[in-house]
Nanobody, 123 residues
Framework: QVQLVESGGGLVQAGDSLRLSCAAS????????MGWFRQAPGKEREFVAF????????YYADSVKGRFTISRDNAKNTVYLQMNSLKPEDTAVYYC????????????????WGQGTQVTVSS
């Protein structure tokens, strides 16, 4: 089992950058695929980014491609989401998720989720 704690959210202006972090407990972090999702008020949760276990293959939602970068540091048991050129429509609670099983990058059936961190982008 793994516990996830997100941090790094905040209130920024359009065009600014933020880096979210997701710290994971446990000694097998490198064996988990990791994902970032977000949920805006009144909307369903949506996929943002995915990173595989060993090779670090990454995938992104079209809405963030070219602006967001997911990365992981297995030595620090942490996955990051670097968010650049933020837009008001990026405003949401951002969640990281972990899964020890192989999965398709858009699947959202992760067994482990963090509590979320709020990102608010003002225009």
């Amino acid at each position: 089992q793994v516990q996830l704690v997100e941090s790094g959210g905040g209130l920024v202006q359009a065009g600014d950058s933020l880096r979210l972090s997701c710290a994971a407990s446990g000694r097998t972090f490198s064996s988990y695929v990791m994902g970032w999702f977000r949920q805006a008020p009144g909307k369903e949760r949506e996929f943002v980014a995915f990173i595989s276990r060993s090779h670090g293959s990454t995938y992104y939602a079209d809405s963030v491609k070219g602006r967001f970068t997911i990365s992981r540091d297995n030595a620090k048991n942490t996955v990051y989401l670097q968010m650049n050129s933020l837009k008001p429509e990026d405003t949401a609670v951002y969640y990281c998720a972990a899964d020890p099983r192989p999965k398709y990058w858009r699947d959202d059936d992760y067994p482990y989720w963090g509590q979320g961190t709020q990102v608010t982008v003002s225009s």
